[in-house]
Structures are given as structure tokens and as C-alpha cells.
């Protein structure tokens, strides 16, 4: 029973983040991408790629990304059945994963995702209100005491899983 438990990935949930070149997806591409895959919170597996994109890399102050460190990394596209047989039927969680990291997979792995999503910057809203002055992901690191968000797709996921969990216990 346990083993099948673990395997419906229909049960499991992804957390994702994205870096990305800039803002809009078309005029800006993905860069970065780590999944954390997760059952019953239990890590059971992990996707992580970096991506070369068409264009050159303006905004690497923000999250340390060069053209020089992705110079030799797949394109998105190249990844994407990689990334749509990873995520399956999962539950897509991620902070603002429904204004953001979605519009760009949507646009680049060019398929609808019909996954449910859960975005911690809506539940932080609804649970925390105005008991913190913004609810970005740094402000609730720094409000749950966990480890801040350092604009690496994999730290950035780390500190969602955490910050998931505080806002989860909150009644």
C-alpha cells in the first residue's frame, strides 16, 4: 500500500520556480527551472535545468544567471517533454505561480497544464492579511523565521516549501 501511495502522482505536489530574462513571456524566456517533487511532504524526486535562451541575458543582477553560465544548456523546448512527464498530474505549487511561472511554461512548453495550482501568495493574503506589509516571498521567509529566497530557482523553492507549510498550519 505505502509504495502505491507514493507512486500516485496524483497525490504528489511540484514546486516550482522559475528565473526568467525579464517580465512577459515572448518578449522575456525561462532560464532557470527546479521542481521539487513532493508526497504526503516527503521529497521523492527533483527536476532542475538551466536553459540558453535566444536572446542575450540583460538582467543577471537579479539571480546571478550569465550567458556564459548557460551557454551550454538545452533550450527550453528541448526539455519540455522532460518537464511535462516530470510535473504529470501533480499539484503545481509555487509563490505567485498563477500570475507568473505559469504564463511563461504555458507559453514555452506550449501546452495548456490542466494541473490544479496552489500559490502560496494568494494563501498568504487570505491567511495573513495585514499582519505583514507585503506578501512577497522574502517578507514571509522573514515573518515565519525560515531561510530567505535568494532568486535561485532552487533556494526560491526551498523557501515556498516552507513557507507552505508555516501558512498550512495556520488555522
Known amino acids: 500500500m505505502g509504495i502505491t501511495k507514493i507512486r500516485n502522482m496524483e497525490n504528489s505536489i511540484c514546486i516550482l520556480d522559475i528565473e526568467t530574462t525579464g517580465f512577459e513571456p515572448g518578449e522575456a524566456e525561462i532560464i532557470e527551472l527546479f521542481i521539487l517533487k513532493i508526497v504526503n511532504e516527503e521529497i521523492i524526486d527533483e527536476f532542475y535545468s538551466l536553459f540558453k535562451p535566444t536572446i542575450s541575458i540583460k538582467n543577471s543582477q537579479i539571480h546571478g544567471i550569465t550567458d556564459e553560465k548557460v551557454k551550454n544548456s538545452p533550450s527550453i523546448e528541448d526539455k519540455s517533454s522532460d518537464i511535462l512527464g516530470f510535473i504529470e498530474k501533480s499539484i503545481l505549487l509555487g509563490h505567485n505561480i498563477d500570475n507568473f511561472d505559469l504564463k511563461f511554461l504555458r507559453y514555452f512548453l506550449k501546452e495548456e497544464l490542466p494541473n490544479r495550482t496552489i500559490d502560496t501568495l494568494n494563501i498568504s493574503r ?16 522573514e515573518y515565519f523565521n525560515v531561510v530567505s529566497p535568494t532568486h535561485t530557482a532552487r533556494d526560491d523553492v526551498m523557501t515556498t516549501f516552507e ?3 508555516k501558512l498550512s498550519s495556520i488555522q
Do not use: D, E, M, R
Not at 487570505?126 to 521567509?141: E, P, Q, R, W, Y
Open 126 to 141: 487570505s491567511k495573513l492579511g495585514n499582519k505583514v506589509k507585503n506578501h512577497k516571498l522574502i517578507t514571509l521567509a
Open 163 to 165: 513557507v507552505y507549510k
